[in-house]
C-alpha cells in the first residue's frame, strides 16, 4: 500500500475553470478544501444495482446554477474513487458474499460515475490516477475500507443534499445515496456477521445517518495516499 501522503489539486483537472469559478459560492468553511484538494485513500479508511430512477432523471436536467456544478463535481470525484476501488478489487475477490458484493458495487459505482458525468457534461473533473495498494488485495483491509467507504459516501451526499437547488439533480443524487446507504449496509453484514448494531454495524450512526460537510469529508480522508495524481 502506498505511504504516500498525496494532495491532488482539483485545479489541475478543472481544464476549464468550472469548478474554481464555483469556489466563491461555496461556504467559506468548504471552499478552500474543495478547490485545493481532494486526497483519498487506505491509511486513514482502514482504522446498487445502476441508477435506473436517477439516470434519466440526470439526462432530462438542462442546467444547473454554479454551486450545483461544484456539488455534482465534488460528488464525481468521491464516486471516480470508489468506482476505482471496487474495479480493481473485482479480480481478487471472487468467490462467495464479498465476491456478489464487490462485483455488484463495481457495477453500480460505475454507473453513478456515468451519470454524473453525463449531468455535468464539459463541466465534469478529469478522472485522478489512484493507488490503493493492499485495501484491493487483502481481504481484512478490503472489508474495512469498504465499510467506511461507503458510509462517508451517505454522510457525503447527505451533507450536501439540502444545498442542491435544481430538482433534477437533488433527485438523482438522492437516488444515489440510497444506494451508497445500501452498500453501506451490506459490506457490515459482511464485515460484522454477528453483531449488526453499534459502530460496526448497519447503522453505525443510530437510527439517524449523519450529513458529512465537503469539509469534514475531505479532512477525513486527505492523508490516505489513494489518489496519486
Not at 9 to 25: H, K, N, S
Not at 97 to 103: C, D, Y
Not at 118 to 140: I, M, Q
Request: aromatic share 6%; glycine share 10%; charged share 20%.
Amino acid at each position: 500500500m502506498s505511504s504516500q501522503n498525496t494532495m491532488i489539486d482539483l485545479e489541475q483537472f478543472d481544464a476549464d475553470g468550472a469548478v474554481a469559478e464555483t469556489g466563491d459560492r461555496l461556504d467559506s468553511h468548504t471552499r478552500g478544501a474543495f478547490l485545493r484538494r481532494a486526497g483519498i485513500g487506505a491509511a486513514g479508511l482502514a482504522g446498487a444495482g445502476a441508477v435506473m430512477g436517477g439516470l434519466p432523471v440526470v439526462a432530462s436536467a438542462k442546467k444547473s446554477d454554479k454551486r450545483d456544478v461544484a456539488i455534482l463535481n465534488y460528488a464525481l470525484t468521491l464516486e471516480y474513487l470508489e468506482a476505482e476501488f471496487y474495479a480493481q478489487a473485482k479480480p481478487n475477490f471472487t468467490s462467495g458474499p464479498l465476491g456478489a458484493f464487490t462485483a455488484l458495487v463495481a457495477a453500480d459505482e460505475a454507473a453513478h460515475v456515468a451519470a454524473l458525468k453525463k449531468a455535468l457534461g464539459s463541466k465534469a473533473v478529469a478522472k485522478p490516477k489512484f493507488d490503493f495498494g493492499s485495501a484491493v488485495t487483502d481481504e481484512a483491509t478490503f472489508t474495512k475500507t469498504a465499510f467506511t467507504l461507503e458510509n462517508t459516501g451517505v454522510g457525503a451526499y447527505l451533507g450536501q443534499a439540502g444545498r442542491i437547488k435544481n430538482p433534477a439533480y437533488l433527485g438523482a443524487a438522492a437516488s444515489i445515496l440510497t444506494i451508497e446507504a445500501r452498500h453501506a449496509a451490506a459490506i457490515a453484514t459482511i464485515l460484522n456477521t454477528n453483531q449488526l448494531a453499534g459502530a460496526n454495524g448497519i447503522t453505525p450512526n443510530g437510527p439517524f445517518d449523519k450529513p458529512l460537510s465537503m469539509k469534514q469529508v475531505l479532512a477525513a480522508v486527505k492523508g490516505t495516499g489513494f489518489i496519486t495524481g
